[in-house]
């Protein structure tokens, strides 16, 4: 019997034995928990392709599989019995009869003097969307009950940092929900740095002039689709297990940087290089180029021109 069989057979098992005991009562873990051990997968990956006699991987395997339900049983929660809350930080404050606001707004308005912005967002985890335009600088919308985001910006003469992150908190609830969607003003040009985790991310960025956009995703959904509006742009993409699709303008050239692990590419319209490098006709020539790159892991990637 194949080594590989036996891991990912044992990985079923654990997997199954886990969901028994949460439907039984006997222990407790959230969605979330279990999304953040998706480098798990990196390491079973890493063991199974080693150099070394199949009992030692067999192993490796059972050792890396315990940590990792220890890790998973041991993260914060409680079986829930009610709709209360439990929290840990200044949410301990809130009476236990006290609403929890699931709705948030946050906005700062738009001077006319600003031809720069920066935006820093530590998404956690939930869905995320930037579609539409604001007569503000930003407009941010969130639905959800796993903590409160607080903002902050820095004025920066002609340039503004905007920094969007969540209070430390931590909520222990089954139904967790974190459904945020931002607007921005068209007129700055604009640099983004995403930091997410178990996330779905829609960006479409086609209204805006973006320069630099980095992604720091873990097992995410992620989807940008970029527009013509400024000459020279950077994407980069770091994450883990995810879903990548990407939209570029077809009157501009792109270069594709990959470097991924076990994952399948769509890459039409585009000229291999080598190396993983994909370069669209005319790249070097041209005056208006989009520049990605890709850190991966166990992804699907695919890049459209529209």
């Known amino acids: 019997m194949k080594t590989r069989n036996i891991i990912w057979g044992l990985v079923l098992v654990l997997i199954g034995v886990l969901f028994i005991l949460k439907n039984l009562g006997v222990i407790y873990f959230t969605w979330y928990s279990l999304w953040k051990l998706w480098p798990v997968l990196l390491v079973l990956i890493g063991v199974a392709i080693l150099p070394i006699k199949e009992v030692f991987k ?3 395997t059972i050792i890396v599989l315990a940590i990792a339900a220890i890790i998973l049983v041991s993260s914060p929660g409680f079986r829930s019995t009610g709709p209360k809350w439990s929290f840990k930080g200044d949410w301990e404050k809130r009476e236990r009869d006290e609403p929890f606001i699931t709705d948030q707004r946050l906005f700062e ?14 998404a956690a985890a939930g869905t995320f969307s930037l579609h539409e335009t604001s007569e503000e600088l930003f407009e941010f919308e969130r639905e959800g009950n796993i903590g409160k985001y607080n903002y902050a910006t820095t004025d920066l ?64 959904s992620i989807s940008v689709k970029l527009g013509d509006l400024h000459d020279d742009c950077r994407l980069k993409i770091s994450s883990g297990a995810s879903s990548i699709k990407i939209k570029v303008p077809e009157e501009f050239a792109c270069e594709v940087r ?11 319209g585009f000229d291999k290089l080598g190396d993983g490098t994909y370069v669209t006709p005319g790249f070097s020539e041209s005056a208006s180029n989009i520049l990605i790159q890709i850190d991966a892991a166990v992804s699907s990637l695919q890049v459209d021109r529209y």
Request: charged share 35%.
């Open 157 to 220: 003469g002609e340039r503004r940092e905007i920094r969007i992150d969540m209070e430390e908190s931590r909520i222990r609830r089954i139904d967790l929900k974190n459904k945020v969607a931002i607007k921005l003003n068209p007129n700055p040009l604009w640099d983004f740095k995403i930091g997410v985790g178990a996330a779905s991310i829609d960006m479409d960025l086609s209204e805006f002039r973006v320069r630099d956009l980095k992604i720091d995703g873990g097992a995410s």
């Open 258 to 268: 990959l470097n991924t692990v076990l994952s399948s590419r769509d890459m039409k």
């Open 109 to 122: 308005s738009y001077d006319e003097m600003i031809t720069e912005a920066e935006l820093v967002f530590d």
């Open 58 to 60: 067999v192993i490796f």
